[in-house]
């Protein structure tokens, strides 16, 4: 009898008589021993006694392919001569494709073994090499498969082509690439209305690859036919942008996002959050204004990440935002719009600005040694804070830190007063 630790080894039974077996190597590949469940598997198949017909194997086969462990697959395929059925094919052709270890090497193991297949390929063979090349990327390989399943009585659809976009925008050559999608994508796409279009893919593609330019260039021909990229996509897109070194990247990124509310888009947070602070960063307050507006204006759908329209919290911080980004702002006379969101757009939403508010305003002015200006703001910090009577100690030691850290000035010393009475 077999504990867990020590099962017990397979026996030569009858077909019908096994229902064991498939479950001794269901739970061996469960608790992480593909090894040993393989190394069991390979006794009793390259046994003589073993009575296993195509169809046993083949469960077998199945079960293991299950622990993702596809070279101990392969080897035991070749080494016990199974003729895999076609789905246990693909199976393996596309766990060798997708395997992360030395990604050229399984991809070509898979190859081999597609050559050496006793059963005729389908579409569904042909996709997992061509996406393991896409993996590579090999796009001349990629090529050559396409071309090769018109004698193979397969026509190639728009997703096998899709992997052949995804192969160049890899190899970063995205002029290739936006060659097959006007020649070959969208006219597949036309007479297909579409549904196997992978351009979620491509735009992943371009962007793991750094072309954020390239992949607005697919959403720019996607409008043009009528289309609308989805949100994740395109939040891709301008994120990229706004984290990219190439000059005019953010003012791109501005530019989609607004043209992107004619279809419902608006960045998540975390996007917004990087795209104000570089627009800041290039003196660009009017448009960084223009992205805090559509930020704070209400949807009829809402978001997924604050599941519905933005209440007091969520524009307070969105404000917050706004303000600490202001700090990047060369122009000093620029910073007189921290002022006027405290003092007028806040109270215009009937936002209540918190401690964070008071902490992005202060220093930005002390940053700009307008001291005078900032004083009179924590005066104002304090009034609040004795109407909402909340928070007093903790909040005024928190700005008192702050200010005396930001600017180490006698002026600040001589108005120490105030907040000691405060």
């Not at 270890?101 to 081999?112: E, G, N, Q, W, Y």
């Not at 006007?182 to 036309?190: D, F, K, Q, R, S």
């Amino acid at each position: 009898m077999g504990t867990a630790a020590n099962p017990p080894l397979l026996s030569l039974q009858p077909q019908h008589q096994q229902p064991g077996l498939l479950r001794l190597v269901d739970e061996l590949c469960a608790s992480g021993r593909a090894a040993e469940a393989h190394h069991r598997a390979s006794l009793l198949l390259l046994s003589t006694a073993s009575r296993l017909d195509g169809r046993a194997a083949n469960a077998l086969l199945r079960r293991l392919l299950r622990a993702r462990t596809p070279l101990l697959t392969l080897r035991l395929v070749q080494a016990a001569a199974i003729v895999p059925s076609l789905p246990n094919h693909n199976r393996l052709l596309g766990l060798l494709c997708r395997a992360a270890d030395l990604p050229p090497i399984p991809v070509l193991l898979a190859h081999r073994l597609h050559l050496r297949m006793r059963v005729a390929p389908n579409a569904a063979s042909y996709a997992a090499l061509l996406d393991g090349y896409a993996r590579v990327p090999d796009p001349g390989a990629a090529q050559k498969l396409l071309d090769e399943m018109p004698q193979c009585g397969l026509v190639p659809s728009s997703l096998a082509r899709s992997f052949l976009v995804k192969a160049l925008l890899r190899a970063r050559d995205v002029d290739a690439a936006m060659d097959v999608v006007h020649n070959h994508l969208w006219p597949t796409m036309a007479a297909t209305d579409g549904h196997q279009l992978r351009e979620d893919q491509m735009i992943d593609s371009l962007c793991r690859s750094g072309q954020h330019h390239g992949a607005s260039r697919i959403v720019y021909i996607m409008r043009k036919r009528g289309l609308c990229p989805s949100a994740v996509s395109y939040n891709c897109i301008v994120h990229g942008l706004c984290t990219s070194p190439k000059p005019g990247a953010c003012l791109r990124a501005h530019q989609l996002v607004m043209e992107g509310t004619s279809f419902g888009y608006r960045p998540r947070e975390v996007t917004y959050k990087v795209l104000v602070d570089e627009l800041c960063r290039e003196n660009e307050l009017a448009k960084a204004k223009d992205v805090l507006e559509l930020m704070l204006q209400p949807t009829s759908q809402c978001r997924q990440d604050e599941g519905g329209d933005a209440g007091d919290e969520t524009r307070t911080r969105i404000y917050n935002v706004f303000l600490g980004a202001l700090r990047a702002v060369d122009n000093p006379s620029d910073h007189a719009e921290a002022l006027n969101v405290l003092h007028t757009l806040m109270p215009r939403r009937r936002c209540s600005p918190t401690v964070i508010t008071y902490n992005c305003v202060l220093k930005g002015l002390f940053g700009l040694g307008q001291v005078d200006t900032a004083m009179q703001g924590s005066v104002m910090q304090g009034s609040s804070r004795r109407q909402r009577n909340s928070g007093t100690t903790s909040s005024g030691h928190q700005v008192y830190m702050i200010i005396m850290c930001t600017a180490q000035s006698s002026e600040v010393s001589a108005n120490r007063g105030n907040w000691n009475r405060d």
